[in-house]
């Protein structure tokens, strides 16, 4: 079955304080669904659960994120997560903040 593609979010995320590019990756994502509606549900008959979600991280680390913690903050739909090197290291005083980036791409079968 063909889809089509209904939005795109992107935002990116910050570890502070602990080098954690799971962390920076979570926030990334949190940060694109608060800027994520999804009103075609209300309007069409369609289940949220017929939704195809793709999730791509950049990190620096990308074998250092936990993918099961990034696709349990998706509450629909089956989830698929893609890490990818990308983001930053950014050195501050003595320490460093891991910049993560993340697009959430929503997908639903054609009718």
Request: hydrophobic share 50%; net charge negative.
């Amino acid at each position: 079955m063909s889809e089509q593609r209904l939005i795109i979010e992107m935002a990116q995320g910050v570890d502070l304080h602990g080098r954690d590019d799971t962390k920076a990756a979570r926030r990334a994502v949190e940060q694109a669904l608060q800027g994520a509606s999804l009103p075609i549900f209300g309007t069409l008959d369609v289940a949220r659960d017929t939704m195809r979600v793709v999730v791509h991280i950049g990190v620096p680390r990308p074998d250092a994120v936990d993918v099961d913690v990034i696709a349990s903050l998706l509450p629909y739909g089956t989830v698929e997560v893609v890490v990818e090197a990308g983001g930053l290291d950014v050195p501050l005083a003595g320490d460093v903040a891991v910049m993560a980036v993340a697009a959430i791409e929503v997908f639903l079968p054609k009718r």
